[in-house]
């Protein structure tokens, strides 16, 4: 058993290793232009343990990207839900606060998030990880044109402003939070009716 979690934690070390080599090779010279030599060298390795582990720079992207998205997607849950329980009578500060707690979240990684955005290469990986965000937050609810609308318009919304506030160093996470939750909030009554809500409500005591 000790000998397995010493395997265990010897894979980890090196894997971490590689994507902290690989990040600081795509912001050094862009994704494009690293190649599989590129990482093993900066991360002193050789090519056969780069290879026992992943296919290729790829593969590398698209499993650091997938643990990202295992990561995120239930967090962002969690805080719908605790937002939702805690103030579901006010919904403008139901929202800015759950927006705080994303950019909150956001700021822990932002560096990561910062080469993905900023690196021409890296834009298929990052329009493809934003279809699975927004498949994943399609409501069975959201039925009418109107809850379509202005489901496009949250999502979008929030997605576009936190992909400028990533580049550019926006204003403080709890302004923009409120003014986002202000500009939302007709839009997000018509997706977030009553109904939905408690059910929402229900499903985080379980």
């Known amino acids: 058993m000790k000998k397995e979690r010493k395997q265990d ?95 909150e979240y956001l700021l822990q990684e932002i560096e990561l998030y910062r080469i993905f955005i900023m690196d021409p290469g890296l834009s298929g990986y990052l329009n493809k990880l934003k279809a699975t965000i927004k498949r994943n937050m399609q409501l069975p609810s959201i039925k009418t044109d109107k809850q379509k609308i202005a489901f496009e318009f949250i999502f979008e919304g929030v997605y576009g402003t936190i992909i400028e506030w990533i580049k550019n160093d926006y204003a403080p996470k709890e302004e923009i939070a409120l003014q986002l939750a202000h500009l939302l909030n007709n839009n997000w009554k018509l997706v977030f009716d009553d109904e939905h809500l408690i059910t929402i409500l229900r499903k985080s005591k379980k």
């Open 9 to 103: 934690l010897r894979v980890i070390k090196t894997k971490t290793l590689i994507k902290n080599s690989f990040l600081e090779l795509i912001e050094e010279k862009g994704y494009s232009k690293v190649s599989v030599t590129d990482i093993v060298d900066k991360a002193m390795i050789n090519r056969n343990t780069f290879y026992l582990h992943y296919l290729d720079k790829e593969d590398l992207i698209n499993e650091m990207i997938s643990e990202n998205y295992k990561k995120t997607e239930p967090l962002i849950r969690r805080i719908l839900f605790k937002h939702i329980k805690d103030n579901y009578t006010n919904p403008i500060k139901m929202q800015e606060l759950m927006l705080c707690d994303i950019f």
